[in-house]
């Protein structure tokens, strides 16, 4: 069965380090996404992605963040300077055409800023 | 005011009880999604439930929705331990297409004990 996969599982970096997360969704999927969860807190949306340009963000998605399909499979996440408030875990949905509105989302990266 | 507010925050039953978690939202929908997260771990979708449908079964899960009331539930039918994890809800934007973002609910914390 087709998977959304991430890497790394876990990043730890130091407060004002650019970061890169890394997701490869699932082939022929469209639409791409970024969300985030910090620690016991609700999943949060941060950005939407749809042919080769952003659809929608939020407020958390600032100047620090940037998105990019850097070829056909994968779908980054970059923060340029990283913040304490920034750790949380990290996760990449794709959806496809096939399943209204359904999203499916990687296994997550848990980004740690010291 | 947050559109998905789960309740109860947390539940904790034995194996072979049924487990129901309700989920209240605040702006009309086109649909209504449950999500299961394993401590820890990625997001695995459970069940879509469109407006327009009352109630939806799959495996040991049914899903009710009653627009009036703007509330969902999901009930979890002869618990096992495996069924331990946290259950959210999440909408997709008021009237917008199939393809936006999710908003998520705080979730419950669901505990069976063996």
């Known amino acids: 069965e087709p998977e959304v996969t991430q890497t790394p599982s876990h990043q730890v970096t130091q407060m004002g380090q650019e970061v890169i997360l890394r997701c490869v969704p699932i082939s022929n999927h469209l639409y791409f996404y970024w969300y985030r969860q910090i620690l016991g807190q609700k999943v949060e949306f941060l950005v939407s992605f749809y042919n080769n340009e952003i659809s929608e963000k939020s407020e958390i998605f600032d100047d620090q963040f940037s998105v990019e399909r850097p070829d056909g499979s994968n779908f980054t996440l970059k923060i340029r300077s990283t913040k304490l408030e920034d750790s949380a875990m990290y996760f990449c949905a794709s959806l496809g055409l096939a399943f209204y509105n359904e999203q499916f989302f990687g296994p997550g990266t848990r980004l740690t800023v010291l | 005011s947050q559109q998905g507010e789960e309740d109860p925050q947390a539940l904790s039953i034995q194996e072979g009880e049924n487990a129901t978690m309700n989920c209240s939202y605040k702006t009309s929908i086109n649909n209504l999604q449950w999500y299961r997260q394993n401590s820890g771990r990625g997001l695995v979708h459970l069940i879509l439930?469109?407006?327009?449908?009352r109630e939806k079964h799959s495996g040991r899960l049914r899903v009710t929705l009653d627009t009036s009331k703007k509330s969902s539930s999901l009930l979890i039918t002869a618990s096992r331990a495996a069924d331990t994890a946290s259950y959210f809800c999440?909408?997709?934007?008021?009237?917008?297409?199939?393809?936006?973002?999710?908003?998520f609910g705080q979730g419950t914390i669901l505990t069976v004990h063996p």
């Open positions: 439930i469109r407006s327009n449908e």
């Open positions: 999440a909408t997709p934007p008021a009237g917008g297409t199939s393809y936006g973002k999710l908003t």
